[in-house]
């Protein structure tokens, strides 16, 4: 603390290091918090990076898979992410561990986007018309359907990669063992 005259006091803002005046709340400079005793709080900001890696970071399984299987079925895996053709895998590739495991994804997947589909078709067919209602589903109908698509391109994207990762937040729902 260093003495600024007239009885204020200085303090240093240890995020930045500028000098505020020992009352204030806030350092004017980067917006970090003080409390009571003078100390700096912990930083208010969102660890927005910690947040993705901990939805992104599913269970590799691709340690347990053959890597000859893993070449070879690749583009079966793929088509595991693409609706109805997840079929295609099922039957053509049922004896590959990695094919089998896009599959089971994928399989989970397309459930997860027919049901999302009925259900959403049934409310906004009661909810459509009003106004306030009908447009906050639609809103929320719209970013789960981005979702889904995401979860979609990120399978095919591990798929392509050669991984056996499970989805975020459906991939532990194994249909297919």
Known sequence: MVSAGKGYTMRNCKYCGKQIADDSKFCPN??????????????????????????????????KMDPGDIYSNKAMAILSYLGFLVLIPLFAAKDSAFARFHASQGLTLFIFEIV??????LVLAIFGRMFIIG???????????????????????SAAQGKAKELPFIGSIHIIQ
């Open 30 to 63: 980067c917006g970090a918090a003080f409390d009571n005793s003078g100390e700096n709080r912990k930083n208010p900001e969102v660890d927005f990076e910690g947040q993705a890696k901990a939805i992104f970071d599913t269970p590799d399984l691709t340690s």
């Open 116 to 121: 999302f589909s009925i259900l959403s078709n």
């Open 135 to 157: 447009t906050m589903f639609s809103v929320v109908f719209w970013i789960i359907g981005v979702a889904l698509v995401g979860l979609a391109v990120f399978g095919i994207i």
